[in-house]
């Protein structure tokens, strides 16, 4: 407790128990007596509030929630939302006969192997669909496969670091709001301190050095926002110039489109009224419905705690099980005197793979 030298008045003798100032204090003020221990020293604070100290808490909740529901909601969207994941597929898909580019490499036998890219057109221009051999799909326009998450995004834009989570398909659009919102933040922080110095200054008639020295948090926070301001403020704007233009930060490093070679260009007010008013899809996952698993597996799982296995050790004893499929298949068609690939249309339907709908088209 911060121990106060008593007033003669409040003095105490031998026979009385000790009282301190706080305790018999004469104002309506709401006193916090705090001690920070640091051995071998003992700090004391004292924190003296008005008797309408509840205010602060109306006061700090008005500017705290313009920040938390601007701001934080946003990043908090961004990151636990789905991108745009594309589910896996269990076996790769036939080869429909429009291949036009190289085999797919390290495949090796008699019948013709998957082909890494194909060729389709969007709006007059050719453009290269891939195969990914991580999702044993292939990828529709715009999307690609992140390294990081180990997973296939649509309209893959980058994966965020800051943010923790890829950049797509269903989270741009909150994701732009963040880094704007986060933005506008910076100058409004940054222009109120600067008028909270020149008020400072008109007040003690000082120079700006003294009127920083008498605002600590103003100078710092000047000094902060103005780092941050750039680097918000930067990002800011390559995004709105990507939105223009309908590109993605993956298009814009990797093909530097022009505005005759991006098939996806709409012009500047349908760029804009597809990132920011058209509907978001809906995720193509569902993270909660059950799925078929070996048994083997399955009870694995379902022992004691000290002996079940993890969910990596399962995801990886999956795809070890899906690699042995691919490869047992891949061996009874090279083994036999077919030439080609048995189509399993039952199996894998390429409408629903490639999504070649007019909207993803133009996405």
Known sequence: ?????????????????????????????VIFLLSVSLHPYIYAYTLIFGPDVRSLLLTVSLIVTPVIFSVVLLLFITSARDPGIIPRSDHPPEDDGSSVCSDWPGVHGPGQGLPHV??????????????CQTCMLYRPPRCSHCSVCNNCVERFDHHCPWVGQCIGKRNY??????????T?????????CWVNIKKIMDRHHCNIWMAFVKSPPSGILILFTFISGWFVGGLTTFHLYLIFTNQTTYENFRYHYNQKTNPYNLGCVGNIVEIFFSKIPKSKNKFRENVKVNATLVSATSMPMGHALSSEMLKLSLDSEIGNAYSSQMESIGGSQQFGIQPRNANWDHTANLEMTPATLAD
């Open 118 to 131: 194909k060729d389709i057109v969007i709006n007059g221009v050719v453009v290269k669909v891939k195969y």
């Open 184 to 192: 506008m933040l910076c100058i409004y922080v940054f222009a109120f």
């Open 173 to 182: 659009r909150i994701f732009f709001m963040f880094v704007s919102s986060t």
């Open 1 to 29: 407790m911060y121990a106060t030298q008593m007033p003669h008045q409040y003095s105490t003798n031998n026979n009385q128990p000790n009282i301190r100032l706080y305790q018999v204090w004469r104002g309506n003020n």
